[in-house]
């Protein structure tokens, strides 16, 4: 317990960090009108297991996991999101760092764009050699897909959903999801979400063309604020 609550100080510090230099840039962006308003909000919370595009980031293991963000009135945005992962060496945590811009067109159709920097605490990589990607989504109603060009590698990951809930009235949040990488090795799954006030609980169930084991369930329990 007590090397968790370590955990998370640094990972509080980290972000705040790392948070100040992004919201910083956003801000200065967002001065040149005193309508354009900013919004912050953030989560904290657990997961049973963090799984991402079909593998699991955590050893099957349960982490800490929390975000904090801003949105400005225009549409540009930024966050920094981190999670306890486990790859059998040195490496505690990953921290994510987004800045973006959204636009609804209309009630139906809107577009995303963004950069996101992948970045790691207790490895050996220095901050110029962590994961970068850029990112295009396009929604239609409760359908959406997106492009991920990992900039280092030149390939893509390929991302779709659909929010089974916006199309049929239901008490739960219920969406599918399906990915494929540049090796063509699909993931697939369901979600499942319920907000409680602030508190929202999630199950997610992955299917991967790699047949990792632990990678199948996730129960999540974060708080929002």
């Given amino acids: 317990m007590e090397g968790t609550f370590i955990w998370w100080s640094r990972f509080c510090s980290e972000v705040g960090g790392s948070m100040k230099k992004i919201a910083t840039a956003m801000l200065l962006g967002a001065i040149g009108t005193t309508a354009n308003a900013v919004e912050i909000d953030g989560s904290a919370g657990v997961v049973s297991n963090y799984v991402w595009r079909g593998a699991t980031q955590s050893a099957g293991n349960p982490a800490l996991q929390g975000s904090i963000g801003l949105t400005t009135e225009k549409g540009f945005y930024a966050n920094a999101w981190g999670s306890q992962v486990d790859f059998d ?3 505690t945590a990953e921290i994510d760092l987004t800045v973006g811009y959204g636009k609804n067109i209309n009630d139906n159709v809107s577009v995303d764009v963004g950069y996101i920097k992948y970045t790691y605490t207790g490895d050996d990589s220095n901050l ?43 008490p739960l949040d219920v969406s599918g999801f399906v990915g494929r990488n540049a090796d063509s090795n699909m993931d697939a799954g369901i979600a499942l979400g319920k907000d409680f006030n602030k ?23 974060a ?3």
């Fill in 89 to 91: 060496d040195d490496t």
């Fill in 199 to 221: 508190v929202n609980v999630s199950y997610t169930w992955t299917w991967t063309e790699d047949d990792i084991d632990d990678s199948t369930h996730s129960l999540g329990v």
């Fill in 128 to 170: 110029g050699d962590d994961i970068q990607e850029i990112y295009g989504t396009l929604s239609l109603g409760p359908v959406s897909g997106t492009i991920y060009r990992d900039l280092d590698s030149d390939s893509n990951y390929y991302a779709g959903s659909v929010s089974v809930s916006d199309i049929v009235d239901m």
């Fill in 223 to 225: 708080y929002n604020f």
